[in-house]
T-cell receptor, first 113, second 113 residues
Framework: KNQVEQSPQSLIILEGKNCTLQCNYTVSPFSNLRWYKQDTGRGPVSLTIMTFSENTKSNGRYTATLDADTKQSSLHITASQLSDSASYICVVSAKTGNTPLVFGKGTRLSVIA | DAGVIQSPRHEVTEMGQEVTLRCKPISGHNSLFWYRQTMMRGLELLIYFNNNVPIDDSGMPEDRFSAKMPNASFSTLKIQPSEPRDSAVYFC???????????FGPGTRLTVT
């Protein structure tokens, strides 16, 4: 069964600190993996998209890594800001099957002063 | 571009009533997706269209749900009759080239009492 598991479910960090969010998936065959940021009351916004051949991709203070062998991805946030408080959702696309996208349930990040 | 537009932003209705949610995708995008988000289940894909044609509706929970895309600039998601368990935030997203970066609308928060 295609699944995406994220950890931790929630995280509280101090402003300025770094953090890493994890995503493990069992989706096969793999097409691409995305990280989305969702602010409260808003729709998700894409942070990164990585295909099989990409190991890392950055978007400002956000850096995503992908290990296609172990089927793991991480999202690292550097020098966190209060505005980073949001839910971060990992989404994996399968190449076949009726479901093109498999969603994780997200990690709720709270950055406090 | 104004982005993906959804209406209404909030809907409160009584059980048994018909509910129609509307979406206007970004101009030029040829794929449109309807999602439902709840705390318990996270984001779930309900149905998606390519060039106005429904490609995969396996996520539509029941026959009470139906979706149409009469043209490239408009789609509706209808629930008839509505039930309290349909209460959720419904997102519409569009993309120029599926399944790459999707742009989400602000969502419609539906409450069925």
């Amino acid at each position: 069964k295609n699944q995406v598991e994220q950890s931790p479910q929630s995280l509280i960090i101090l402003e300025g600190k770094n953090c890493t969010l994890q995503c493990n998936y069992t989706v096969s065959p793999f097409s691409n993996l995305r990280w989305y940021k969702q602010d409260t009351g808003r729709g998700p916004v894409s942070l990164t998209i990585m295909t099989f051949s990409e190991n890392t991709k950055s978007n400002g203070r956000y850096t995503a890594t992908l290990d296609a062998d172990t089927k793991q991805s991480s999202l690292h946030i550097t020098a966190s800001q209060l505005s980073d408080s949001a839910s971060y959702i990992c989404v994996v696309s399968a190449k076949t099957g009726n479901t093109p996208l498999v969603f994780g349930k997200g990690t709720r990040l709270s950055v406090i002063a | 571009d104004a982005g993906v537009i959804q209406s209404p932003r909030h809907e409160v209705t009584e059980m048994g009533q018909e509910v129609t949610l509307r979406c206007k995708p970004i101009s030029g995008h040829n794929s449109l997706f309807w999602y439902r988000q709840t705390m318990m289940r996270g984001l779930e894909l309900l149905i998606y269209f390519n060039n106005n044609v429904p490609i995969d509706d396996s996520g539509m929970p029941e026959d009470r749900f139906s979706a149409k895309m009469p043209n490239a600039s408009f789609s509706t998601l209808k629930i008839q009759p509505s039930e309290p368990r349909d209460s959720a935030v419904y997102f519409c997203a569009s993309t120029h080239r599926e399944p790459y970066e999707q742009y989400f609308g602000p969502g419609t928060r539906l409450t069925v009492t």
